[in-house]
């Protein structure tokens, strides 16, 4: 989970921390009592989730509730573009789709279907780092460029996190990845999640396409389920995240550190399918993208959770 208090290791530098978060028209800095508010729920309500066992709050941690309007700034309202949370299951709650740390990873995905990435300009496939020396860890051929990290004199800049994951960078629409889920039966699942972050510019789109055994396809765009496709926290209006907000330009060359961020999309919302999957597609909108996508830990990007949840460059996980 990652919460758009503007604190200073989300930024290039310092100087760029000010003039993103307050110098400048409608600057995104929250005001000390804001953030109280914001992480008081966060932590109050995870500890007595997850430690306290109380129920209450037990929707939001499962993805299916907004942050509460007291949760917000002023109190008011809806705000859910503040908090992009990731939710990561065992595997006795999920079924793990792709994973980008295989010599095979560009070929074929964990259940042994078929890989295919059409339409890119080109392709990265990149390990964890291991150890205190390996910041960036290895990538097949070679890391793409403006996928770098730097944690320079100030802050960290880049893309900051640490998974394994793919690069793909693609200057035309309608650059697609496609795995072959080899009839997986989805009926025990809710939901299709994978992380994605933003490179460049501020914002960017996925379409979201599942086909089952039948031959029968539904698509979805994945920001009408998730604020994760846009850089700073601006909900999605105003042609957003398509369309960089006129405030946001100054900041759309990188100077905005990148993290990979869940997007969660509901079975549900593929009603003319029978869960008998065939095929996952993620396709690319319609600008020049860089995009990756990854897998964090023992977890992965492409994956079914049982959850009851509701072309710049870019990284999915």
């Not at 109190?75 to 949370?85: K, N, P, Q, S, Y």
């Not at 990731?86 to 595997?91: A, E, L, N, R």
């Not at 279907?113 to 059409?118: F, I, N, P, Q, S």
């Not at 997986?184 to 979201?208: C, H, K, W």
Request: with cysteine; proline share 5%; hydrophobic share 40%.
């Amino acid at each position: 989970m990652i919460s758009y208090s503007c604190f200073s290791q989300l930024l290039r530098n310092i100087s760029n921390l000010n003039e993103y978060c307050s110098n400048r028209p409608g600057g995104i800095r929250l005001t000390a009592e804001d953030q109280r508010r914001n992480g008081l729920f966060i932590i109050n309500s995870f500890m007595r989730y997850f430690v306290g066992a109380e129920q209450q709050f037990a929707s939001y941690w499962h993805g299916t509730a907004q942050l509460p309007e007291g949760a917000c700034p002023g109190g008011e309202g809806t705000c859910d573009e503040r908090v992009i949370l990731t939710i990561q299951k065992g595997s006795n709650q999920s079924k793990l789709v792709q994973r980008f740390d295989q010599a095979d990873s560009l070929q074929y995905n964990i259940l042994g279907g078929r890989l295919a990435l059409t339409g890119f300009d080109d392709i990265a496939s990149c390990q964890i780092p291991y150890g205190m020396n390996d910041i960036e860890g290895s990538c097949i051929p070679n890391r793409l460029a403006g996928f770098e990290y730097s944690d320079g004199n100030q802050a960290p800049s880049g893309f900051l996190s640490i998974a394994d994951h793919l690069q793909l960078s693609w200057s035309a629409p309608g650059a697609a990845l496609v795995t072959d889920l080899l009839g997986l039966n989805a009926s025990a699942y809710d939901s299709l999640t994978f992380r994605i972050a933003v490179i460049r510019p501020m914002g960017q789109e996925v379409q979201v396409t599942l086909t089952d055994l039948a031959g029968r396809t539904a698509t979805v765009t994945a920001s009408d389920f998730s604020d994760a496709l846009y850089l700073g926290p601006k909900a999605k209006r105003g042609g957003r995240p398509m369309t960089d907000a006129s405030d946001d330009l100054p900041f759309a060359n990188g100077s905005v550190a990148q993290l990979l961020n869940m997007v969660a999309i509901p079975l549900k919302a593929f009603p003319t399918i029978d869960r008998g999957l065939n095929r996952s597609r993620g396709r690319g909108r319609a600008q020049p993208q860089r995009a990756a996508l990854a897998g964090k830990g023992f977890v992965s990007c492409w994956q079914l959770p049982m959850l009851e949840m509701r072309h710049s460059r870019l990284v999915l996980t």
